[in-house]
Each structure stands twice: as C-alpha cells, then as structure tokens.
C-alpha cells in the first residue's frame, strides 16, 4: 500500500527557514506528480506546491519566491524548502502524491496523503 510520511516541520521564527521531506514508498515514485499542500486552522486545505514526474513546477501565489518545491527520485524523496517564513505560513503540512500534474484538487481522494507535519511561525 501506499505510504507518505512527512517530517521537518517544527517551531521557526518569522523570516526563517524550515525543509520539509516525504518519504514515500509502496508507489511508483518517479512516474508519478507530487504536491504539498497546507491546512491552517480554521481553513480549507489549500495547495503550495507541485511538481511533474520531469520536475516542472508550480506555486501558490502566497508563496512565489519564498517556498521550492524538489524531488529525488533516487531516494523516493519529495521536498519543501521554506524561506522567508511569514506568521501566516502556519498550518499543517501535507505531502501529496498522483493526479495531474495540473489538478487544482485538495480532496482527500485525490491521489494519496501523508499524516500531515505541524509547521509554526512565531513573530
């Protein structure tokens, strides 16, 4: 079966940095599009990044410039480096992975997920 477990998340002070890794197994790694995504409380889950199968990506506009979405598939690894953390990067992360490349969808029948790793920017 498919597993995707999230680690690196953690307490950071705004303008810093954090890396968050998925290891995934029981899949496929490199034919497959990848995504993080985030749940801060009291809203939706919502998408940060995505990355192809050939290693095209993309970003929510929040996080353009800040945020770079890697993967090895190697070591059946997916990434997320954050920098310039901001206070409203707080939320859960989760990584994510199948579907289209292109797909908007943060349903939890879109492809598979991981548990999800506590991110918290404090001021």
């Known amino acids: 079966q498919v597993q995707l477990v999230e680690s690196g998340g953690g307490l950071v002070q705004a303008g810093g940095s954090l890396r968050l890794s998925c290891a995934a197994s029981?899949?496929?790694?490199?034919?497959?599009?990848m995504g993080w995504y985030r749940q801060a409380p009291g809203k939706q889950r919502e998408l940060v990044a995505r990355?192809?199968?050939?290693?095209?990506?993309r970003y929510a506009d929040p996080v353009k410039g800040r945020f770079t979405i890697s993967r090895d598939n190697a070591g059946n690894t997916l990434y997320l480096q954050m920098n310039s953390l901001k206070p409203e990067d707080t939320a859960v992360y989760y990584c994510q992975i199948g579907g289209s490349y292109y797909s908007s969808s943060s349903r939890a029948d879109f492809g598979s997920w991981g548990q999800g790793t506590q991110v918290t920017v404090s001021s």
């Open positions: 029981g899949i496929v790694f490199s034919i497959n599009a």
């Open positions: 990355i192809s199968s050939g290693g095209t990506t």
